[in-house]
């Protein structure tokens, strides 16, 4: 069965860090490019970042670029989303989700995590 | 990039189809045959429910269909049942080479 399972997220002060991490099980995870999606309380998702599958590739939305870094170690199955300079609007439920291609990561998401919260104090 | 736009609600009885529409431009929807649609429920991860504009994953129900025409994509639900009670969004590629969300339709079942 194909699982993602996020990890990491909590309660941090305003300008704080956090690494996410996202462990991916069922599938050959070096071979589809992964993203991670996010979900602010009562509205609606945007996409953050996504790495192909051989992690050479990486995008970023504008609003996280230059403060999030996406990762992955394919020898670990692992997703990772390292967050910093965290402002009060990034409090949201992260996703990790799977795309069903390696580079054309923009095709489709098929696969979904159940979130990890992540809640930004001021 | 601004979102694209869906209508916050649509609404239908058992049975009816309904259509939730989803508008961008030029570099998002109508540029690329790259839209998704997903289904959320309340406090659950988002589901594919169509991607590529018309394309049906394998599980989905044959009540799903996407199509688009300039701008403007759209998914349709025949047969409307309870069990489709919950938000739409659509999504698109986008000349940035990211990836866009529309606003989120609440779909309700009468």
């Known amino acids: 069965e194909v699982q993602l399972l996020e990890s990491g997220g909590g309660l941090v002060q305003r300008g704080g860090s956090l690494r996410l991490s996202c462990a991916a099980s069922g599938f050959t995870f070096s071979s589809y490019a992964m993203s991670w999606f996010r979900q602010a309380p009562g509205k609606g998702l945007e996409w953050v970042s996504t790495?192909?599958?051989?992690?050479?590739?990486?995008y970023y939305a504008d609003s996280v670029k230059d403060r999030f870094t996406i990762s992955r170690d394919n020898s670990k199955n692992t997703l990772y989303l390292q967050v910093n300079s965290l402002r009060v609007e990034d409090t949201a439920v992260y996703y990790c989700?799977?795309?069903?291609?390696?580079?054309?990561?923009?095709?489709?998401?098929?696969?979904w995590g159940q979130g990890t919260k992540v809640t930004v104090s001021s | 990039q601004s979102a694209l736009t869906q209508p916050a609600s649509v609404s239908g009885s058992p049975g009816q189809s309904i259509t939730i529409s989803c508008t961008g431009t030029s570099s998002d929807v109508g540029g690329y045959n790259y839209v998704s649609w997903y289904q959320q429920h309340p406090g659950k991860a988002p589901k594919l429910m169509i991607y590529?504009?018309?394309n049906r994953p394998s599980g989905v129900s044959n009540r799903f269909s996407g199509s688009k025409s300039g701008n403007t994509a759209s998914l349709t639900i025949s047969g409307l049942q309870a069990e489709d009670e919950a938000d739409y969004y659509c999504t698109s590629y986008t000349s940035s080479s990211t990836l866009v969300f529309g606003t989120g339709t609440k779909v309700t079942v009468l």
């Open positions: 989700a799977k795309s069903p291609y390696s580079s054309d990561w923009y095709r489709a998401i098929d696969i």
């Open positions: 790495t192909t599958g051989s992690g050479r590739s990486t």
């Open positions: 590529e504009v018309g």
